[in-house]
Structures are given as structure tokens and as C-alpha cells.
């Protein structure tokens, strides 16, 4: 069974800076796409970020240039870099892992089975 552990979230001001890692154990991930999610306070789960097999990313319009998606396969890991955080990017963070091997890095409308418990990233105005 996958299991997936985010940490790194907190409470910053606008601007400053976040990495998010997310280690997963109980199967290897290298050949499956990988990725982040965030729900705010009374709004639906929405993709932010993925990251394919072969380290190729894709990000959602709202975050493209600020944050950045990254794999180390060698430590079954993800990690989210978020730079300039502003207010609207307030949310709790779901690492999530596809579980159909070699698909490409868009994991929006895809069934995801494998979801970590989630950490918290607040931004202060």
C-alpha cells in the first residue's frame, strides 16, 4: 500500500517562500506521475502542480512562474518549491501519486488513489 507524508507547510507573509517535500513508501513512484493539490476553506480540491515518469512538470495557470515541481526518484520523494506566496494561495497541500504507470504530468480530472494526509500553508497579508 502507497503511503504518502507531506511536510513543510506554515504560516508566512506575502511573498516570503515554501518547500513542500512529500516522501512516499510502499512502492517505488518513478515510473508514476506524481503531484500537488490545495483546498481552501470552503472550496473544491484543485490541481496546483504534477510531475511525470521522466521529470516533465505541469502546472496550473495560477501558480506558473512561482512555483516550481520537483522529483528525486533516488529518495521516492516530491517536492514543491513556492516562491513569491500571495494570501490566495492559502490552503491545506495534498501530495498525490497517479497509479497507472508512464502517464503524462496533468493529473486534473484524473482518478487519484494515493493521497497524503495534507499540510497546511497559510500566507498573511
Known amino acids: 500500500q502507497v503511503q504518502l507524508v507531506e511536510s513543510g507547510g506554515g504560516l508566512v507573509q506575502t511573498g516570503d517562500s515554501l518547500r513542500l517535500s512529500c516522501a512516499a513508501s510502499g512502492r517505488t513512484l518513478s515510473t508514476y506521475t506524481m503531484g500537488w493539490f490545495r483546498q481552501a476553506p470552503g472550496k473544491e480540491r484543485e490541481f496546483v502542480a504534477g510531475?511525470?515518469?521522466?521529470?516533465?512538470?505541469y502546472y496550473t495557470d495560477s501558480v506558473k512562474g512561482r512555483f516550481t515541481i520537483s522529483r528525486d526518484n533516488a529518495k521516492n520523494t516530491v517536492y514543491l518549491q513556492m516562491n513569491s506566496l500571495k494570501p490566495e494561495d492559502t490552503a491545506v497541500y495534498y501530495c498525490?501519486?497517479?497509479?497507472?504507470?508512464?502517464?503524462?504530468?496533468?493529473?486534473?480530472?484524473?482518478?487519484?488513489?494515493?493521497w497524503g494526509q495534507g499540510t497546511q500553508v497559510s500566507v498573511s497579508s
Open positions: 498525490a501519486a497517479d497509479s497507472v504507470r508512464f502517464r503524462d504530468a496533468t493529473m486534473m480530472g484524473r482518478t487519484i488513489n494515493y
Open positions: 510531475i511525470n515518469w521522466s521529470g516533465t512538470p
